[in-house]
């Protein structure tokens, strides 16, 4: 299975500021017939499903902020939040879903708004 | 609107078996555009891929729970179901429905979460 780990397990930051996790795969996730790297981000807030927020590792779904931005390629992704509000505050996973299943997350990154 | 609406027992007996429904609105489970899937949350852990069920019936499961999950789908009734057989504390967590989007492995939409508890 391919292992997701994301850094840090949780951060701190202020409001306005700006917040960046990280998220490695054990394997490439980048499929070169496409060019796409299968990686997905969701926001989960207390007591709530988790949420899509970004796709194909930088494809914001419809009605996300544009303060939430994905990066990376291959192996090392990054989500960044910028301009923070008080609202951002939740877990954020990474997850893969490249090739066949099963698909795997990241552990979970909690993100605090100072 | 695409709704996913959660059924089914919170409590289970150890060594019974734990059995949810998912109810789906605003998309059908007879497309052939998505899968139909379950994920679990252990408290205070992170996700967990359980499997999927396409509109034709065929499953994958993930191979570690295999032998004790089956997963269904009713599409007269625009619902699948999830079956785990023979559950431990260890099958504690919240479970989630969620589609999975063209096929893709990218969960669009999820249930609102069950919280299922092992005790005698």
């Known amino acids: 299975d391919i292992v997701m780990t994301q850094s840090p397990d949780s951060l701190a930051v202020s409001l306005g500021g700006r917040a960046t996790i990280s998220c490695k795969s054990s394997?490439?996730?980048?499929?070169?017939?496409?060019?796409?790297?299968?990686l997905a981000w969701y926001q989960q807030k207390p007591g709530q499903p988790p949420k899509l927020l970004i796709s194909?590792?930088?494809t914001r779904e419809s009605g996300v902020p544009d303060r939430f931005s994905g990066g990376g390629s291959g192996t090392d992704f990054s989500l960044t939040i910028s301009r923070l509000q008080a609202e951002d505050a939740a877990v954020y996973y990474c997850?893969?879903?490249?090739?066949?299943?099963?698909?795997?997350f990241g552990q979970g990154t909690k993100l605090e708004i100072k | 609107q695409v709704l996913l609406q959660q059924s089914g027992s919170g409590l289970v007996k150890p060594s019974q078996t734990l059995s949810l429904t998912c109810t789906v609105s605003?998309?059908?489970?007879?497309?052939?555009?998505?899968?139909w899937s379950w994920i679990r949350q252990h408290p205070e852990k992170g996700l967990e891929w359980i499997g999927h069920?396409?509109?034709?019936?065929?499953?994958y499961i993930d191979p570690s729970l295999e032998s004790r999950v089956v997963i269904s789908r009713d599409t007269s009734k625009n619902q699948f179901s999830l079956r785990l057989s023979s559950v431990t504390a260890a099958d504690a967590a919240v479970y989630y429905c969620?589609?999975?989007?063209?096929?893709?492995?990218?969960?669009?939409?999820w249930g609102q979460g069950t919280l299922v508890t092992v005790s005698s």
């Open positions: 969620a589609r999975d989007r063209g096929r893709s492995g990218i969960f669009d939409f």
């Open positions: 605003g998309a059908s489970i007879n497309s052939g555009a998505y899968y």
């Open positions: 069920v396409y509109y034709s019936g065929s499953t």
């Open positions: 394997q490439s996730l980048l499929f070169r017939s496409d060019n796409k790297n299968y």
């Open positions: 194909w590792a930088s």
């Open positions: 997850q893969q879903y490249y090739g066949s299943p099963p698909r795997t």
